[in-house]
């Protein structure tokens, strides 16, 4: 699986962006798209993800500003980003793996980080 992410930039506090992924390949080896981030000095974190069937996790720092939106034809996955804060300063990664329930997640497949930075 291919992951191909767009979007990020700068922005000031309060703004928003938005962030785009799209998957080619062997897409039926994964039945989740989200996006994981990584600040500096701090672990990657998932953000938000959405199952092909529509389940959805979000992150509670970012609810109720981010939402993650899929196209299961087009095989897209997009994070639209409000209110961002200085916090949410960070690479954000795409990504597509297979949740097989009762916690277990394989076939982790990542694309090319997009840098979001946010300024007070």
């Known amino acids: 699986v291919q992951l191909q992410a767009s979007g990020g930039g700068s922005v000031q506090a309060g703004g928003s962006l938005r962030l785009s992924c799209a998957a080619s390949?062997?897409?039926?080896?994964?039945?989740?798209m989200g996006w994981y981030r990584q600040a500096p000095g701090k672990q990657r974190e998932l953000v938000a993800s959405k199952s092909n069937g529509g389940k959805t996790i979000t992150v509670d720092s970012v609810k109720g500003r981010f939402t993650i939106s899929r196209d299961n034809v087009k095989n897209t996955v997009d994070l639209q980003m409000n209110s961002l804060k200085p916090e949410d300063t960070a690479v954000y990664y795409c990504v597509g793996f297979r949740d097989l329930g009762l916690k277990q997640r394989i076939n982790y497949y990542w694309g090319q980080g997009t840098q979001v930075t946010v300024s007070s």
């Open positions: 390949g062997s897409i039926s080896s994964i039945n989740v």
